[in-house]
């Protein structure tokens, strides 16, 4: 093996080993919008299944607040977009292709048209918007017009 | 030369399409990219005339790439700038990791127009 492809071999582990590392501390230390510690919302101190509360996450020129959210199945959560803030569409999964809770991506669930379940997917620019949490898990959302600006919502 | 060499063509043609694709699909969905870029971009210019801008950008090179001729600055630029993208968005590395490829593509191709012109 000459010295070249052992140098080339070296870089890409070099390179790998980075990039490893950064996705490593990237999930430890978000960019731009670190998300809060899991908080519930102030009108309830412990999520109860089924009672349909709702929930507000505003939108600013800092990003979501909160941004990380524990609610319990059947709840609903209120985008907001403030004042001074960024245009604002809302939309789960990872951008650009949305890919919901039903597995559906944005051009089938914001197709005209469409007929499937609600996708946490706004599909168009906008003000507010809401959304209920019908599955348990960790839905990761983000504003598709501006995809530093991201979240967590906790399903319980 | 180097740089006409038929693998070499198809590299530059596939880098070029890399760069022509993004500035032609915002015409038509301009908020998915407008999207990516990074946040304390937002606010410096209009985001349609930010993002159009851009487009241009990545048209000329793309077009310069094609072009063949003294490719060492357009291809160093491609890999700047899609490096660039990766670092801001690497949140979306899922999606994103394949343009470390790309970029891979456009720093060997600026290492072999380098080198053709150093051969003259």
């Known amino acids: ?156 | 030369m180097l740089t006409s060499s038929l693998p070499t063509v198809v590299l530059r043609s596939g880098l070029a399409l890399a760069f022509l694709f993004p500035p032609i699909n915002a015409l038509y969905d301009p908020i998915s990219w407008i999207g990516y870029f990074p946040g304390f971009m937002h606010g410096l210019l209009p985001d349609m005339i930010l993002l159009h801008t851009f487009g241009i950008i990545e048209v000329a090179i793309a077009l310069w790439i094609l072009s063949g001729k003294h490719i060492f600055i357009p291809c160093t630029l491609a890999a700047v700038m899609l490096l660039a993208i990766v670092a801001f968005n690497f949140q979306d590395f899922q999606v994103l990791f394949r343009d470390v490829s790309i970029a891979s593509i456009a720093i060997s191709l600026a290492l072999s127009a380098r080198k053709a012109e150093q051969l003259g």
């Open chain 1, 1 to 156: 093996m000459n010295k070249t492809t052992l140098l080339a071999i070296l870089g890409v582990v070099i390179f790998a080993g980075g990039l490893y590392v950064l996705s490593s501390g990237s999930k430890a230390a978000p960019t731009q919008n670190p998300p809060s510690p899991i908080v519930t919302d102030s009108t309830s101190s412990t999520p109860v299944p089924g009672t349909g509360k709702t929930h507000t996450i505003n939108y600013t020129g800092s990003g979501f607040s909160p941004a990380s959210l524990a609610i319990a199945m059947g709840d609903t959560v209120l985008f907001v977009k403030g004042a001074g803030s960024r245009d604002m569409w809302i939309a789960g999964g990872h951008h650009p292709t949305h890919e919901s809770l039903d597995g559906t991506t944005r051009s089938e669930h914001c197709a005209a048209g469409y007929s499937g379940p609600k996708p946490f997917d706004e599909c168009a620019l906008g003000t507010q918007y809401s959304y209920t949490f019908e599955k348990s898990g960790a839905w990761t959302f983000h504003n598709h017009y501006s995809d530093d600006d991201r979240g967590i919502i906790n399903v319980q």
